[in-house]
């Protein structure tokens, strides 16, 4: 194939057609409900890493209005606020909202509803009318999606995010095997885990927006803990895509062999989660493309 015919069917591709009969393929995202429960274990405590990294490249000015779509319990949210930004926290999980809130008050920075200053929580995601929570055209100076798409339609989640900024938007999105997954445990059960190139697809979606994309990279390590080998064993359970569920001994058996004390047990972890009395002898690492761009509606003078 040569150059011409390349470019050619790159540009004729169908990119959110083709991530439709990608998410087919794949296991349910997890919904409203399941990010309910799991939201007390979520606080975060202190700027992460992986935050101060993404706000470094994401080049927000003190007093900005800034979208965090999918914040979270405010990992980002937070240290925004602490600049001076007015914040509109949104996120499909009320009890995620709660402990933004709660986090936001501790950390000293208003967590209002009104949205005066500080952070204003919303209920929102990313398929809702946008409009009715106050997100229009221009609405924000900046929009951020970290780690948080996870829609059907990438396209609409990315034409929502342009739309609503009026000088810029940032997303990451995994381009190794992403945070669903324990590439190292994976293979040692025979289990393959193939490398995410989500990122690519939004790549492709913005550049047929008529957008001019930016990539960089971030690494963000996890240690996964635990306070039993079961509990281990049930957690990493997820990871198994259907048609895998024979592997579940060989799974025990792994972790059995390679579960290590915790030094840190009982501490919080990055996200404010109560580490486990277990952990594993290796850190899972996943890698993110964080892809930045100007919304057509660009304003030097805000």
């Known amino acids: 194939m040569n150059v011409d015919r390349s470019s050619a069917l790159l540009l004729s591709t169908d990119w959110n057609a083709e991530w439709m009969r990608l998410q087919e393929t794949r296991r349910k995202a997890d919904d409203p409900a399941w990010w309910d429960r799991r939201a007390k274990h979520f606080r975060p405590k202190e700027t992460s890493p992986y935050a101060h990294d993404f706000l470094a490249l994401a080049g927000i000015r003190p007093g900005e209005r800034v979208l965090d779509m999918g914040c979270g319990s405010g990992t980002l949210a937070i240290p925004l606020a602490k600049d001076g930004c007015r914040v509109v926290a949104a996120d499909f999980s009320a ?5 933004l809130r709660a986090a936001a008050r501790e950390a000293g920075v208003c967590a209002s509803d009104e949205g005066e200053a500080g952070i204003r929580p919303v209920l929102l995601a990313w398929d809702d009318d946008w409009d009715d929570a106050g997100l229009g ?6 929009a951020l999606a970290s780690r948080s798409i996870a829609t059907h339609d990438l396209r609409g989640a990315l034409e929502k995010l ?23 445990v994976m293979n040692a059960i025979g289990v393959s885990v193939g490398e995410s190139i989500d990122w690519l697809y939004a790549f492709n979606i913005l550049a047929q927006m008529g957008r001019a994309p930016e990539v960089s990279y971030l690494a963000s390590p996890r240690k996964d803990t635990f306070d039993s080998l079961e ?15 024979n592997k579940i001994n060989e799974l025990r058996d792994y972790l059995a062999d390679h579960m290590v004390p915790n030094d840190e047990a009982g501490q919080p972890g990055p996200k ?20 930045s761009w100007e919304p057509p509606h660009r304003s030097d003078s805000i």
């Open 231 to 245: 509990e281990g064993v049930a957690d990493f359970a997820r990871m198994l895509e259907p048609g895998h569920e």
């Open 272 to 291: 404010g989660r109560l580490q486990g009395r277990y952990t594993l002898d290796h850190t899972r690492l996943t890698r993110w493309a964080f892809i």
């Open 95 to 99: 009890r995620m909202l709660d402990e």
């Open 162 to 184: 342009d739309r609503v900024a009026t000088r810029r938007c940032c997303v990451t999105l995994a381009c190794n095997a992403g945070p669903r997954y324990d590439a190292e």
């Open 137 to 142: 055209e221009n609405s924000v100076d900046v």
